[in-house]
């Protein structure tokens, strides 16, 4: 982002009001440190030497840089916006329009003010700036308009926050730090996730921490006992995994048991299933790891089987791919309990889901849009209307209260990834920022967010997740 005007018209006070201090590139500060201080013209050439390499620098590893210069000169311009595409970065230039009056009220308030002259030139040379830009390539251009001495607005008018209608959303507990007292933490979790406004809790279910989460020496309990516990609480929290492999258990032990969940908690179990795919775990625990086909294969079979079981009555089943002397299954779940198939192969697992689940669980990338246009076509194929099974994502944002904790977090989470591929992976943002995003999530017919924020560790940390849902 280059910022173009004349001294006085706003441009650095508008960049450190709406920008981190390392994200902008100043050749004032530049001359400060290379100089006797920010009005040192003699430091002019090598501040912008420094400020040269700092923004290749910064935009070789994806990183915002807003160039803060006078940036009249269109030979420099054209240099910043060579090292954006050279880099894949979008360049934007903002052009500050401030009247002669406001740019020459304002800069005799500074404590050096620039010679009237060289203002004079500057405002010269800023009236017919704006064709050139729209000339030179830029992505976006974007005009600010100051009618006073106060500090123009920003580039994009504060609007309200959007409003995500129609998602629910639910917490997803991945990390359990929980210290000695793992019951009072669990408890502690799940009360501020009521608090804060989350619709549910969900487990994963692991038999080893996995390497994307933690160490696998750190606690990952077994999913159906902890949300046993849960149940206990008063909250209205719906209760689940996502997601059980059909590995683990057999199909009809994991329809007892969330039947028994859905009976105790008074009908809040939801069931995600998949076909698993860590291997380790298995060799570790002695569970058979088949092939991917056979696994799939298990993953029909169990649906099929714990609808059977879920049915009315006592009677033999005889489907397509079960056949159970009887049904007995008591207590029966005293809700319709979804069953959300988690997973994102296009030929097989989305059929599945759109054969036999009420929901699919995908991925929150650049992915979504094309599994969710597969799931609807297979759900065509196969003769079932799209909207009966739901779309669900599990997401994994960083979040921050401002700019500043956002990209904190970022550096404290990334381990090797760069900072700029975590922070676009993680959708690292303010809670404004993320529920613009989860609201365009709902126009593209998003049902559940699945919310797994990387740095959750207490209870604090869910309820200053509240602003995002409400």
Not at 122 to 127: I, S
């Amino acid at each position: 982002m280059v910022l173009v005007g004349a001294s006085g018209s706003g441009k650095s006070a508008w960049a450190r009001a709406n920008y981190r201090a390392q994200e902008i590139v100043s050749s004032d500060d530049l001359r400060g440190i290379v100089g006797s201080g920010r009005h040192d013209l003699d430091a002019s050439a090598d501040a912008f030497r420094l400020l040269d390499d700092i923004l290749a620098a910064r935009a070789r590893r994806g990183l915002t840089c807003v160039v803060d210069t006078v940036g009249l000169e269109q030979e420099r311009r054209r240099g910043y916006l060579a090292v954006a595409k050279a880099t894949g970065l979008p360049a934007v230039a903002v052009l500050f329009d401030a009247p002669a009056a406001v740019a020459k009220q304002r800069n005799a308030l500074r404590d050096r003010p620039v010679p009237a002259t060289a203002l004079s030139a500057q405002l010269d040379r800023a009236a017919g700036v704006r064709a050139e830009l729209e000339a030179e390539g830029w992505d976006e251009v974007v005009v600010l308009r100051s009618e006073s001495s106060s500090v123009p607005r920003p580039a994009i008018e504060p609007q309200p926050p959007a409003e995500p209608d129609g998602l629910s959303f639910v917490l997803q507990v991945s990390r359990f730090p929980w210290g000695e007292d793992p019951a009072g933490w669990l408890r502690g979790i799940a009360l501020a996730a009521h608090e804060a406004g989350f619709s549910g809790i969900a487990l994963m279910d692991h038999l080893i921490q996995i390497p994307q989460v933690d160490r696998a020496w750190t606690p990952i309990p077994e999913p159906w006992v902890t949300l046993g516990m849960l149940a206990g609480l008063d909250t209205d929290l719906r209760l689940g995994t996502l997601v059980s492999p059909v590995t683990f258990r057999p199909p009809g032990i994991t329809a007892k048991t969330v039947a028994t969940l859905d009976a105790i908690s008074g009908g809040r179990a939801f069931l995600g299933i998949g076909a698993g795919w860590w291997e380790r775990e298995h060799a570790a625990y002695g569970v058979a790891f088949p092939p991917a086909a056979h696994r799939l294969d298990q993953l029909e079979v169990a649906i099929e089987t714990i609808r059977a079981l879920w049915s009315p009555g006592t009677k033999a089943y005889a489907g397509e791919r079960v056949s159970l002397p009887e049904s007995t299954c008591y207590p029966r779940p005293v809700s319709n309990v979804p069953i959300i198939v988690g997973g994102s192969g296009e030929r097989r697992t989305l059929r599945i889901a759109a054969r036999l689940a009420d929901g699919c669980n995908l991925p929150c990338d650049e992915s979504l849009d094309r599994r969710i246009a597969v799931l609807r076509r297979h759900c065509e194929q196969v003769g079932r209307d799209p909207d009966e099974v739901a779309v669900t994502v599990l997401d994994l944002p960083v979040v921050g209260r401002d700019r500043d904790e956002v990209w904190a977090r970022v550096e404290q989470h990334r381990g090797p990834t760069t900072a700029a591929a975590f922070a676009r992976t993680h959708h690292a943002g303010t809670p404004v920022e993320q529920r613009e995003r989860y609201a365009a999530l709902a126009e593209r017919g998003v049902s559940t967010v699945f919310l797994s924020p990387v740095h959750l560790h207490a209870p604090e940390d869910v309820l200053a997740l509240a602003p995002m849902l409400q």
